[in-house]
């Protein structure tokens, strides 16, 4: 049973509301540094279905923005990214814990046909995607409750 309460989870959005409403007034002068940066990353092979599984954090020192993008990806460009080093998501049954140095923030619900996860971001020395089994149902429950649902993009090419 997946007992982690929607009030214990630190869900925040990743909404911009002035994204595309044309205020560049507040943007400030460009510079070479770079804006956004990738955090963690990993693929996740689940049967014959994959995915490269990428966070996308601001760089800037005062602005908190990270969210994770689930790409779906083919086998081929699977195999690509993972001899290239891209390492395997991990997938474990119980909860990361956060301990003194381990900070662990949930981020979203996955689901993939019959399956169902909750999306950790977990870091230490390392930033890593976690994800946890949950049964589908309760999935299904806390979205309709209104946990975020995973941002899924197809990038496979359709010849």
Do not use: W
């Not at 081929?76 to 814990?97: N, R, W, Y």
């Not at 003194?100 to 689901?111: K, L, P, R, T, Y």
């Amino acid at each position: 049973m997946f007992d982690y309460q929607i009030g214990d989870m630190n869900v925040m959005s990743n909404t911009c509301n002035s994204c595309n409403s044309g205020n560049t007034e507040t943007m400030g002068t460009m510079t070479n540094e770079e804006v956004f940066e990738i955090g963690a990353n990993c693929l996740l092979v689940l049967k014959n279905r994959f995915f490269a599984v990428v966070e996308i954090e601001s760089a800037v020192p005062s602005v908190e923005l990270s969210v994770y993008v689930i790409i779906r990806i083919d086998q081929q460009t699977a195999m690509q990214l993972h001899d290239a080093g891209l390492e395997f998501c991990q997938i474990q049954k119980s909860i990361p814990v956060a301990t003194e140095g381990v900070n662990v923030e949930f981020q979203c619900i996955f689901i993939n046909k019959n399956q169902a996860f909750a999306l950790f971001d977990v870091e230490d020395d390392f930033d890593r995607a976690v994800f946890v089994r949950i049964p589908l149902d309760e999935a299904k429950k806390m979205i309709r409750r209104g946990v975020p649902q995973c941002t899924v993009v197809d990038a496979r090419s359709h010849h």
